[in-house]
């Protein structure tokens, strides 16, 4: 007799059998179908098994083998899209929360998406390329193949896997067709160049650049005004070449020098490599006057920082690098600070990383600001909208009542009755204890006011990556691969005070001191909370540090705060994330591309005067050794001193073939500056270790003995 713990080993196919599918077993599944009608029409009975053949031979007297084909492969056609015919299909949900064009665009890149990662196991690059495109115009006529496709992939999703897809524009034939639907823009190509490290940096390999340039290099010496722009990828992919599009059209609409960094990804540097390379770009271009890209050098150079999702998220963390440095050159008594950027373009931002689920009261304020209300009007709405979605049958708030709502305070409406026990609210009367005489008119009235559904005041509100989770763009899944690629197995930061791995968190001192920041975001973005609370929090650091002045008599009273002087936002409706980069499937995305060149002139105009009226500094600003360089240190545990920023004078330069994990390692003692209030279990950091490498491992295809998955 076999004892209870004895293992029982069970086969594939019964695995599969008891709901354990198995992918092998799927395979050897279909072959075996295959296999055995195709040998039983080879060699069995022409007219099928002893109980069809009377039929068959009927009906082979009636129907051709041509017709008998149409007409099997017409019913199985039917049978499949039953629900379709008939009314009993599940809706679409994302059918009615884009645009039409929009919508029409996720469907093809999803289709691009869908082929590519089907072919990306080939290994003979141009037949992975050609079978890529062979792939996607299959999946663009079977839509909901492509879709399936692509939400499995996303489930399980690795570094290769974001890679494919987001490098796919300058893949040969995708390029090819871009560069057809392309308008004509600039008559020179984009250069490759590469930008020296700082003297006092402590890394050795230059910036890898592009310079978009329409016109000769000799023209640059007539250019003062720079654009640096960061381009977005996820933290992971993609290089300014993937954003030719706004790039060019930037470069040919303004007339100036566009230099987008082609910072290293993660995993191979994780945070905070790439931020560091950043900070050294601006420093090296301001050192130097502008000449390591062939600008005269006659002047400090004017520039305005760029960026679109992740490398919004690098040009704000730029920002405050710099600001941060300029402060403390000030303690220092120090004139030869860094200066700050003209002004900044974002461009649907990636600025909180730490992900949560539920708005808190300050981010719901921000978002109500009196102000703002034309412009979130549709995000509010929207935030108020989530229960009803849940309870269809509750009564919903008419649109003075909902205004009534936001204006005070910051929480999202429901409506109960009155009669609930929860939100019984009793008469003055009541409360002293005396009893009503009698039925009055305005008793009557009240009772009829009191019967009506009644606005209550809940804190309920859910965050915008919560709210459109199922887009079909940006997903958490994705988002939650990026954030720990970024990050890296062995850094554990502080996500609640590091701002500069999400600058939402950035001190208020520090936004006081922003330069002009515009906003370009989709309404349907799952990022669109970090756009309108960032906004918020800058427009209300700007206003604090306004009235404050004047309380100084530091302006006159008759000074009044214009928020347009320091923000503006603009939330597209009806369209998510991304927009920017498949502008030859989504045309209406030309628009917001020269709207963004637009911004970017006025920010030069606007500072015009300012910079007209000071003095011009004719020499270069050298950065002695004594002047501190700024840089990001990644950190190890939570519970590490709120010191984003350190400052070094190390100027020892290391061996260029080290590692970057060698060279970014300078860490802080993560036990020694515990708070003596933490507890924490022995076993604790091999604990985190293990979890954030078993993570880290499956989003980039190894497996537990470091090996590559097939």
């Given at each position: 007799?076999?004892?209870?713990n004895t293992a029982i080993k069970l086969s594939p196919v019964a695995y599969h059998v008891l709901g354990r599918p198995s992918i092998k ?18 060699r069995g009975n022409n007219h099928g098994p002893p109980i069809l053949r009377n039929i068959s031979a009927r009906l082979s007297k009636r ?407 199922n887009d079909r763009v940006l997903t958490p899944e994705m988002m939650r691969a990026m954030i720990i690629l970024y990050v890296g197995p ?221």
């Amino acid at each position: 007799m076999i004892g209870m713990n004895t293992a029982i080993k069970l086969s594939p196919v019964a695995y599969h059998v008891l709901g354990r599918p198995s992918i092998k077993f799927r395979k050897i599944q279909v072959f075996a179908v295959v296999s055995f009608w195709s040998l039983y029409l080879l060699r069995g009975n022409n007219h099928g098994p002893p109980i069809l053949r009377n039929i068959s031979a009927r009906l082979s007297k009636r129907l051709t083998a041509w017709q008998t084909l149409v007409l099997t492969l017409l019913w199985l056609y039917t049978a499949r899209n039953f629900a379709k015919i008939f009314g009993l299909e599940s809706p679409e949900p994302l059918a009615n929360l884009y645009n039409r064009a929009y919508f029409r665009a996720t469907w093809v890149t999803t289709a691009l998406d869908a082929g590519f990662w089907t072919a990306m196991k080939i290994k003979r690059k141009w037949l992975r390329d050609l079978a890529s495109m062979v792939f996607s115009v299959y999946y663009l006529i079977a839509a909901e193949q492509a879709d399936e496709k692509v939400r499995k992939v996303r489930g399980l999703l690795t570094v290769d896997h974001l890679r494919v897809s987001w490098n796919k524009a300058t893949t040969p034939y995708l390029s090819l067709v871009s560069r057809i639907m392309r308008p004509k823009l600039m008559q020179y190509p984009p250069r490759a160049i590469r930008i020296p490290r700082p003297a006092e940096s402590v890394y050795n390999e230059p910036v890898n650049a592009w310079l978009y340039f329409d016109g000769p290099l000799s023209a640059l010496r007539n250019h003062t005004n720079i654009v640096l722009d960061l381009p977005g990828g996820g933290f992971v992919a993609m290089t300014p070449r993937h954003h030719d599009d706004k790039l060019m059209a930037w470069a040919a609409r303004t007339g100036l020098p566009v230099l987008s960094l082609d910072y290293r990804k993660a995993p191979e540097y994780p945070y905070p490599y790439a931020l560091n390379e950043a900070y050294d770009a601006y420093h090296t271009l301001v050192a130097t006057l502008g000449r390591c890209i062939g600008l005269a050098g006659l002047s400090p150079p004017r520039i305005v920082l760029t960026g679109d999702s992740a490398g919004a998220n690098f040009a704000v963390g730029l920002c405050l690098m710099v600001l941060e440095s300029a402060n403390m050159e000030r303690r220092l008594q120090d004139q030869q600070s860094l200066p700050a950027p003209e002004g900044l373009v974002l461009i649907y931002p990636a600025l909180d990383l730490n992900i949560g689920n539920w708005m808190s009261d300050e981010q719901m304020s921000l978002i109500q600001d009196q102000r703002m209300r034309k412009i979130n009007k549709d995000i509010l709405k929207r935030k108020s909208q989530d229960y009803y979605k849940l309870r269809p049958d509750t009564p919903h708030p008419s649109d003075d009542e909902h205004a009534e709502s936001l204006s005070s305070g910051p929480n999202a409406g429901i409506v109960l009755n009155e009669d609930s026990s929860t939100t019984a609210v009793k008469s003055p009367a009541a409360k002293e204890g005396h009893l009503a005489a009698g039925p009055t008119v305005a008793s009557q009235s009240s009772a009829l006011a009191s019967s009506r559904p009644k606005l209550l005041k809940t804190r309920l509100a859910v965050s915008s990556m919560i709210s459109y989770f199922n887009d079909r763009v940006l997903t958490p899944e994705m988002m939650r691969a990026m954030i720990i690629l970024y990050v890296g197995p062995h850094n554990r930061p502080d996500f609640s005070s590091d701002f500069l791995l999400s600058p939402l968190l950035a001190p208020e001192a520090m936004l006081a001191k922003f330069p002009k920041t515009y906003f370009l975001t989709g309404e349907r973005d799952p990022l669109v909370d970090d756009t309108v609370i960032f906004a918020g929090r800058i427009r209300q650091a700007k206003q604090n540090d306004f009235l404050q002045k004047k309380e100084l008599g530091l302006r006159k009273k008759k000074d009044e705060f214009n928020e347009k002087d320091h923000v503006e936002v603009m939330l597209i409706p009806g369209i998510s994330h991304g927009f920017l980069q498949f502008v030859s499937v989504f045309p209406e995305g030309w628009r917001h591309v020269f709207r963004c060149g637009r911004w970017i002139e006025d920010i030069f105009a606007e500072n015009d005067n300012l910079h007209q009226s000071s003095a011009h500094h004719t020499e270069p600003i050298h950065l002695s050794s004594r002047h501190r360089h700024h840089r990001r240190v990644p950190t190890e545990s939570s519970g590490d001193e709120d010191m984003p920023l350190q400052m070094s004078t190390i100027s020892t330069k290391e061996d260029s073939h080290s590692s970057p994990r060698s060279r970014d390692s300078r860490v802080r003692p993560s036990i020694d500056r515990r708070k003596q209030s933490m507890v924490s279990l022995a076993s604790e950091e091999d604990l985190l270790g293990r979890r954030m490498k078993g993570l880290a491992s499956g989003l980039m295809g190894l497996t537990t003995d470091g090996t590559q998955t097939p």
